[in-house]
């Protein structure tokens, strides 16, 4: 399967995912960016947009930064039918971020959230039912914009910790010392992406 859909996280436009593309490209992969704004609609939106674009490419890998995981696996779950590889996700808080919460105590944070805020609920049960291999790549460098509203809970990659990246149904995850914005130009997470693609399994021997 040559083909691979990227998605990225709020807040950036789709050329932020040009360094993992590039180098998922010299393993042979055509990868495809899905653009979306993150905070002026809805998750589900961003889904159905993800699953056209999907139906239109035929069958693919899909990798999420982020936000763009849980647009992902809204799509992935939405439309059974769309030909799906392997999914990878970096960063994704499926199961809730805590750093949004805080954020969206206030009302800039809430304007900066826009409709996002109802997907990055806490407490919330992530599952993956497809028969298709989940991966998921968590960071443990506690640099960035999260660490800006308090000291987050347990390990975390400065926006999203460990736990909040859980899936129930999930092949593997692999953690990286990487911070979540890092996560897209670094070698050793571009190498995990790029073996789970292809093997279903991470590369340990590179976290």
């Not at 779950?77 to 805080?102: F, H, K, M, N, Y």
């Not at 049960?125 to 968590?138: D, M, Q, T, Y």
């Amino acid at each position: 399967m040559p083909d691979a859909i990227l998605a990225h996280g709020l807040w950036v436009p789709g050329l932020v995912m040009r360094p993992l593309a590039a180098r998922l490209a010299r393993s042979g992969l055509r990868c495809h960016t899905f653009s979306y704004g993150g905070r002026t609609r809805r998750l589900e939106a961003h889904a159905e947009r993800l699953a056209r674009l999907a139906r239109e490419i035929g069958p693919a890998h899909f990798v999420g930064h982020s936000l763009g995981g849980l647009v992902v696996l809204a799509a992935l779950d939405a439309d059974r039918a769309i030909q799906a590889g392997r999914v990878v996700l970096l960063g994704t808080p499926a199961s809730g971020c805590a750093s949004a919460e805080r954020l969206a105590r206030h009302a800039p944070g809430r304007w900066l959230l826009g409709e996002s805020i109802e997907a990055l609920a806490r407490n919330r049960v992530a599952r993956w039912a497809r028969p298709e291999a989940l991966g998921v790549v968590a960071g443990t460098l506690p640099v960035g914009l999260g660490r800006m509203v308090g000291k987050l809970p347990g390990r975390n990659d400065g926006v999203v910790t460990i736990e909040e990246t859980t899936v129930e149904g999930m092949a593997e995850r692999v953690v990286v010392r990487v911070s979540h914005s890092a996560m897209l130009v670094s070698a050793r997470v571009a190498a995990h992406v790029e073996t789970f693609l292809r093997t279903g399994c991470f590369r340990h021997d590179a976290a």
